[in-house]
Nanobody
Framework: QLQLVESGGGLVQPGGSLRLSCAAS????????IGWFRQAPGKEREGLSC????????NYADSVKGRFTISRDNAKNTVYLQMNSLKPEDTAVYYC?????????????????WGQGTQVTVSS
């Protein structure tokens, strides 16, 4: 399994922005599709976005489309999630996950390696 580490979470006001990072240690990410997920208290883990191994294909959940952007820098072994126009309902723990395939999947169970998560709180 890959070791993935998320960073960049924190407290932000509504309408603000954050950029989350997902970095891998001891493995290169460029052979994996990477997804971002989130889980709010009392709710199911929700898939937000995914990027294929070269970044040529991305997808987004309706809840974040137009506000969040996923990207990757394989030279830095890092995947990013730029989050703009944040809302209180975006408050959750955010996770990145790797799928041992070049391409994304809509199925959470298709992702075999997960990070520990980073807390994002949107509040005034």
């Amino acid at each position: 399994q890959l070791q993935l580490v998320e960073s960049g979470g924190g407290l932000v006001q509504p309408g603000g922005s954050l950029r989350l990072s997902c970095a891998a240690s001891r493995f290169t990410l460029n052979a994996y599709a990477i997804g971002w997920f989130r889980q709010a208290p009392g709710k199911e883990r929700e898939g937000l976005s995914c990027i294929s191994w070269r970044g040529g294909s991305t997808n987004y959940a309706d809840s974040v489309k137009g506000r969040f952007t996923i990207s990757r820098d394989n030279a830095k072994n890092t995947v990013y999630l730029q989050m703009n126009s944040l809302k209180p309902e975006d408050t959750a723990v955010y996770y990145c996950a790797a799928r041992e395939s070049s391409y994304c999947s809509a199925t959470r169970s298709a992702f075999g390696s997960w990070g520990q998560g980073t807390q994002v709180t949107v509040s005034s």
